[in-house]
Structure formats: C-alpha cells, structure tokens
C-alpha cells in the first residue's frame, strides 16, 4: 500500500487450496513444508484480486460453501493463503464462529482480559474499555462464570460486545448475528450503523439480503470459491437472487405460522383480503381486482415506531414486487401500550396469470433490522384476460396507431 493511501486491505491473486490426500503422513509433510498439495486438491478460494478502501461497507454473499468464511478468515489472518499476497492495515476485530477464542474453563471476564491482548490492547485499554463491554453484553452474574457454562445466546452477546467496544478500524461480521434474540439482535444492528457511520470499515456476510442491501455499500457474490461480481447492493443482489430462482424451485408448504419469541416487536396477528373477501387462498382477477393487507403489532413502547413489508413472491421462488412503509415515508399510529395497524392497499393489482404468495416484515424505523417475518400468509391465484406473458402488466401506449374493434 502506498503511504497516505486510504487503502485498508489489498489482496493480489490471493487463493486457498485444500489438499484432499488421503494418507496422513503425506498430508501432514505438506503442511510442515509448506508445500503446495501435490495431488487432488479442494480450491475453497480462487485467485482474488480486491481492493478495499477505509469507511467502506462490505457485504459478502453466496450459497453455503461458496468460499465467504474462507475468505473472511483470510482477511483476519486465521487462515494463510496458499498463494497470492494479502496486505492489512489497521486493527481487525471479528466474529467468525460462535466462541471462536474463547477459553470454555476461564470466566467471561477472564475472556475480555485475555482477547483484549490478542488484539493488542494493553492492560490499562483493557481495563477502560471492559465496564461498556460487559454493560453491552448484558449477560448479568454470567460475566463471571465460565464460558462452557454459556448459552450460544450468551457467546454470541459476548464476543459482539468486545468486538465492536474496542474501536476496531475493520470489523468482521460472518452470520454472527443469527444468533441471539430479537431484543440484542436490534441493539448490534444499531452498534453496526454508529460504527459505520464513524468510517469504520466492515465486512458483513449474511444469507438475509436486506440487512446487506441496507448496510453495505459494495457486494461480493462468491460461486464455488470464484469472485460472481463485485456491485452495487442493488445490482449484486438482484443478480445474485436471479440465479438462485433459476437453480433452486423454491416449494410452499404450507402458511408459516407467526413466530412468537422475545422480540422488542412482533406481529400479532394479520389479514389478506380480495375486494373485501379474507382467505388463506385468494381469487384475484388482473388488473381488476384491488388486494388488500392488513397487520396488527405490538412493540416496545419505548421504541420507535417500526415500519412493515409486503413481498409477493412467485411459486419459484422470485420476489416479483414488494412494498414498504419506511421505503414509501409512512409512520403508522402507535397506541401508549405500543400497539399499532399497517394497512397496504393494491388496487387494481396488474399480476398476471399465476399463483403468488404474501410474506411480511415488521422491521426497525430505518428498515434494516427484522423484528419479525412470516411467509406464505396468504396464496393469491390470477386469471387474466388476454395473452400477456410475465409476471405484471405494465403501463403502456401505442403511438400513432388506431384502435380496432374486436
């Protein structure tokens, strides 16, 4: 890296190569000589050229064993490259695998301390930055316990916390955040956008798009350990959800019931209707027929007031359109105990032919964190007159030509 470039990370060709030798004694030489697999071998990631610049947000997608946590590990430095150089600059902090670094037999206090000079804390940092760490993860008498005694709900609380509480200049997110529940969840979001806002820079890999749509302000779709694209949110996403429509037909079992946990919001309870008609399945007639959403919730009333989604989501699995409140600037009317309706008007809905389903979100006021989702609430079956071919009808003319009867 050249000396006053804003360059954080710069890998040239960088690869990683899995030897899939059998015998053991042959395997375990390569690896003490450092020498390439000389037989069959697994590519988890192929030659990558990247270039990554401070403050920006990265995200990484792409289908399980693509290579994302591969090349995650060798950003941090937890796995060397078979080839290729790797430059870093600045302090790297991580979440890669549930409890990865942690001591099970030492207390979670202990923990802090511990990774806290692995990443080059000293002892008075430390000891500064360890009552917000331990204030954050809000794990209780727990903090002095030993981590084998730790729920994943617990790991996970922890080891965000001391992440994101020691000023990192990147931060490393690998799915982390799956785990835990809806209340901490909302709150690491949160911790993730104030870091971002500072110009930190972060690497976010997750298999829910609009977390990543909504952070990141680059995407790397990864296919069999090979670099897809490197894009826009937008453009890598719809990219990347086209090719998983034309690879994997997604089935609808049946209406998912909604989830009940302990989340700051959730949806009580929810209505599909056609011109006024409630159903599990819905007669809609193109273009004529108006389709209507309704969704009650109840959330925290110290919090802001959430926004909702509507997807309509084809039998294969494509996203053919979507709505939602905070994308279109609506706030809906919260009671003091916090609860509150969202009603979503279609008229008219130009689907053609077809068999659709509904699925919802209750999201935090920006639209990025997902209280809630339940799909399949509702399947809607079109008819049409006509022979238009697609998924809608679009608005459309045809200049200088005369209508003909019939």
Not at 13 to 32: A, I, T
Not at 218 to 227: A, C, M, N, Y
Request: proline share 5%; charged share 20%; with cysteine.
């Amino acid at each position: 890296m050249k000396h006053g470039d804003d360059t954080v990370i710069h890998l040239r060709g960088v690869y990683k190569d899995y030897s899939l030798e059998s015998r053991p004694l042959r395997r375990l030489w390569e690896q003490m000589l450092h020498r390439r697999p000389s037989g069959a071998v697994h590519h988890a990631l192929q030659p990558l050229d990247l270039v990554v610049r401070k403050g920006e947000s990265i995200g990484v997608i792409g289908r399980n064993g693509a290579g994302k946590s591969t090349l995650l590990q060798l950003l941090c430095g937890v796995l060397d490259p078979t080839g290729g150089s790797r430059e870093v600059r600045g302090r790297i902090a991580a979440l890669l695998e549930l409890g990865a670094g942690f001591n099970l037999d030492l207390t979670g206090r202990e923990n802090v301390r511990l990774n806290g000079a692995l990443l080059g804390l000293s002892a008075a940092d430390i000891e500064q930055h360890l009552p917000r760490i331990v204030d954050f993860a809000d794990i209780g008498t727990f903090i002095d316990q030993p981590v084998r005694s730790y729920s994943s709900g617990m790991f996970v609380r922890l080891a965000f916390s001391m992440a994101t509480s020691v000023d990192p200049d990147i931060l490393v997110i690998d799915e982390a955040l799956s785990v835990g529940d809806g209340a901490f969840a909302r709150k690491s979001f949160d911790r993730i956008m104030s870091l971002r806002d500072a110009g930190k820079t972060i690497f976010f890999c997750s298999h829910a798009m609009h977390p990543i749509e909504s952070i990141c302000s680059r995407v790397l779709w990864l296919e069999d350990g090979k670099l897809q694209m490197a894009a826009s949110p937008a453009d890598a996403v719809a990219a990347y959800n086209n090719f998983l429509a034309s690879r994997e037909a997604e089935t609808f079992p049946g209406a998912a019931p909604v989830k009940q946990h302990a989340a700051p919001a959730r949806i009580s309870s929810y209505a599909v209707s056609v011109d006024g008609q409630v159903a599990r399945v819905l007669a809609l007639q193109s273009a004529v027929s108006d389709l209507s959403v309704s969704i009650d919730f109840e959330a925290d009333p110290g919090l802001p007031t959430p926004t909702v989604a509507v997807g309509i989501v084809a039998r294969n699995g494509s996203v053919v359109a979507s709505a939602g409140s905070h994308n279109d600037g609506m706030l809906f009317s919260v009671s003091a105990e916090g609860r509150g309706r969202a009603c979503l008007l279609f008229p008219r809905l130009p689907l053609l032919k077809g068999e659709y389903f509904l699925r919802l979100f209750l999201m935090c006021e920006r639209g990025i964190h997902i209280y809630e989702h339940v799909d399949q609430v509702a399947e809607i079956v079109v008819s049409q007159h006509g022979l238009e071919q697609g998924y809608v009808r679009l608005p459309h003319e045809w200049p200088g030509a005369t209508r003909v009867s019939g």
